[in-house]
């Protein structure tokens, strides 16, 4: 029952992203995070900046890319909503690959999906929250592909095509905490 519910919130995600998509940046002018009730007054925009992220073709990556990324990045360092976990076992050979492209392009938007998973549903798992990350890693990297192939993400890819990418990310969820029962 509760696989439904999480396939159920994973569509509403990933097809609301598409659904209220809007075509421009609209970022705040002269936007500083000193404080909490900043990050409350910026939370539409940096819903807004990640979601026009997600949306952007991984090939475009112009000034206004740059900004919408600084943008976000400021707002998850500190916002006390959302807590983004970035994990080795699941970046590690995206950061580390030989061709930088690709994790530049990718990073930002993974870690716009995870936030807004956070955002939508607060009590969201861990590893809905990875899983929503992934689904738009996967769907972004699909553009890439042809020219910037990482072995680690043609692995991704094939779980997912075979619908064992999610189960594999319980796995590794799982892994995690029983290492920190552990230590």
């Keep these: 029952m509760a696989i439904w519910r999480f396939i159920l919130l994973n569509l509403m995600f990933i097809t609301g992203i598409s659904a209220h998509a809007q075509d421009y940046l609209n970022l705040p002018a002269n ?14 925009h940096a819903y807004e900046a990640m979601k026009w992220m997600i949306r952007q073709p991984v090939q475009q990556k112009n000034a206004e ?9 400021q707002y998850l360092e500190g916002s006390p909503e959302v807590n983004i976990h970035l994990k080795a076992v ?19 938007p993974y870690m716009s999906a995870m936030a807004m998973t956070q955002m939508d549903f607060p009590h969201a798992s861990s590893v809905m929250i990875q899983n929503n990350g992934h689904q738009i890693l996967l769907r972004l990297y ?20 075979q619908g064992d ?12 905490e029983n290492t920190k029962t552990k230590g």
């Design 90 to 108: 699941y970046l590690k050979d995206i950061i580390s690959d030989k061709n930088p492209k690709i994790s530049q392009k990718l990073l930002i």
């Design 142 to 161: 699909e553009n890439l592909r042809k020219e910037n192939k990482n072995k680690y993400l043609e692995k991704l890819r094939k779980k997912n095509r």
């Design 165 to 176: 990418l999610y189960q594999w990310i319980t796995t590794m969820e799982s892994q995690e």
């Design 65 to 73: 890319w740059d900004l919408a990324a600084a943008f976000i990045t």
């Design 31 to 44: 936007y500083q995070f000193k404080n909490i009730e900043d990050y409350q007054r910026y939370r539409k």
